[in-house]
């Protein structure tokens, strides 16, 4: 009996899982599994509920992200009613959920990943957090903190309710933005946008280049990707047609609407949470790392290589030196945390846009629904990747059935082969140190589950 | 070194929103760590159960004053890691309303473990598995516990999630060596709405139009209670306490009733059985709801929510 080693939990990562690599009598890596904990059962307890409650409930699938399920739900529970929502409420709408996902990411990046580049991977554990981060550099500490609280704070302050919101109701938005708070709002998204760029930067320069080829390397796999674009094939966050790409950079697109025929969930028996695979592809589920089978990647990396372009001037030309640097698609699975960054930029200028249209301040924000019986989709790009709530109502409006497919869940069956495929390449002869250890993990932070 | 407070947090059947509270304390963030030291939190540091290696059979959590626990308890891991960290901490704070009274996710507690298992792994989009999952993850409890079921609480911090004010007071509090529960008003009792007092409704109507309002761009003192609107608000059967140091309610200061997610007034109250009386003793006709659980979502563990029948009657 070869040995095992279990890292559990794993940390600094938002939802609750652990590994377990098992060694040959050589000391070689024999198989590694993650294994995902939770299972909540929203799906289920959703069931019999008032559909327009249901926004208000399943943003406790993730308190990193709740304005992401608080809008794929209004979206589906709008489609179940057939109700159009008011233009300035789809538009407060984006405008809260673009926010967010700035915040999002500052908050990845520097809370939970910066401190495996700037403390360093083989630091001691006690250090290589933000606390350490903090107590090294406290200057930038305090920018760090204030600007993220500033980002949280816009949302807390309009619309009453940061984590787990509320606003989002059936055909709109719950609360006007008046002219003043409009003003007060673009002047600090243009703080925020000064702070996104500054962040970039300080990445390209500080962060990522000492350790560029452990960028390039570790959770290496091949996979394809899923993401959303608009119409001119731009990457869009609030909602589009979805685009499916292959490892070779073929891709196909879809209305999210008809996503059953394109993706299936795997279930394995050593995780809770399913995994998802490109079913239209007709190959199967397999996460073999030289063949692997249906596997596709969500999350910042995927949109940032299906996207045809930017929509916004600062974005676009970060993906573009982005683009020559590492190609299109691009495989390595630490440029989840430079994607990431160039979509802080593109939130903060996208946030901007809205706020400089006036009609976001017109008071008619919410059409009339009435509860019916219907199915309805709802899809937006989460932080974590493509997010889907499908619901069915009755007739008096409760939930018939939901289904949800969450945006880490797309990744869960490339993370296990991240985590694999760093394990092979780190541990020889059954050598294992807490560095090793803590670089597996850095494979499984990249994707920020 | 200084006379830091220990703090060992960890969050159990939950969302890493009550951790992400803590993190919206913004620069006030900085100035707490100056007073405490975390020993273990595994949302920001990479402390082990079983060792830095991973090489030790018997979880540990290091030993710390205070022990900050968010989520309720829903699985084997759960229940061994709530008894660690009693066994570890001096004081125990039930943090957020899934630690106090098994919040959303004890929702499921309507259903049974199959009947959760039956429709999550035969959803549209899944493939149909041979078993249900069982290798290397914890099992299922039969539902999902508040902490206290479990182990004894000493401070209990609802909300979901707490105001990152109600956290840094009960913190500050605990440094200064007092342990001190939110006051026991409900959410009315600091809702500036208008109210005229019983009598003015007799049905309730869903939540699909925008509450009447003097001018939306003020300030909640000018809209008219939403109750006394007809609309559904559990601000009366609520815990006041959402609006931090401001007071004013969060959700109804944007125009959106409460649905109760600071758990009941009193800590053992039932939010359903509250509210249903609230409003048959103001005369209006419950039946005007499409249905009563709901009034539970913030609050079903406990036993308050239980499976809507059993396989013998089935």
Redesign the interface.
Known sequence: MGQV?????I??????A?I?IKLDDNGSVKDS?V???????F????????A??VP??VP?????C?WHHHMASIKAVDDCFNVTPAPAGSMLRELMQTISHLEDKL?HFF??AAADFVIGPDAD??A????GI?QAN?EL??KI??M??KA??IL?KF??????P??A???GF???M?ESDRKEILAEMRELLDFSMFTIEFAKKKVFPPYIDTVKSLGLIKTGFLGTVDDEGALNLYGGNLRMMKPDGTYTDFSPKN??DY??????????G?M?YARFWNEG?SLDLDQPKGIYRANTLARINVCDKMATPKAQAELEEFREKFGRPTQATLLYHWARLIEAVYSSEHAIELLENKAITD?Y??A????KAGRGVGCVEAPRGTLIH?YTTDE???IK?A?M?VGTTHNLGPINMSVDQAARSLIKNGE???GI??RI?MAVRAYDP | MSEKVTVASESLNSCAGCEIAVVDLGARLLDVLGLIDFVHIPVLMDHKYYGQAGDKTKMDIPEATVGLISGGIRNQEHLEVAEEMRKKCKIIIALGTCATHGGIPALINEFTNDDLFKRYYSTESTDQPNKIPDDGVPPLLDRCYAVDEKIKVDVYLPGCPPHPDNIINALTGLISGKTEDLPKKSVCDTCPAIRHGKGQVEKLQKFFITPEFKNPAEPIDNMKCLLEQGILCMGPVTRAGCGGDKKTPRCISAGVPCRGCYGPVKQNGNQMLDMLNALASNGIDIKSLPEYSSMLRFSGAHDLLKPKYTKEEV
Do not use: W
Not at chain 1, 43 to 50: A, L, N
């Open positions: 080693i279990n890292i559990q939990p940390t600094r990562i938002e939802g609750h652990s377990e599994k294994h995902f904990l939770a299972l909540r059962g799906e289920k307890f959703v069931e019999g509920k008032p327009e409650e208000r409930i406790r699938i993730c308190g990193i709740p908050l809370f939970l554990y006690s290589r957090n933000v606390i903090a406290p500490a305090k903190v204030t993220r609280h949280k704070m807390e619309s009453g309710k940061a984590i787990h509320i606003t109701v059936t055909g719950a609360k006007p008046t996503y059953t993706i299936s969930e795997h279930v394995v028996p050593y995780s809770y399913k998802p589920f008071p924000i919410r009339k629904a009435e509860p499908d008096n409006g409760l059935t289904n497919i294992v140190t807490e250890m803590n993990e």
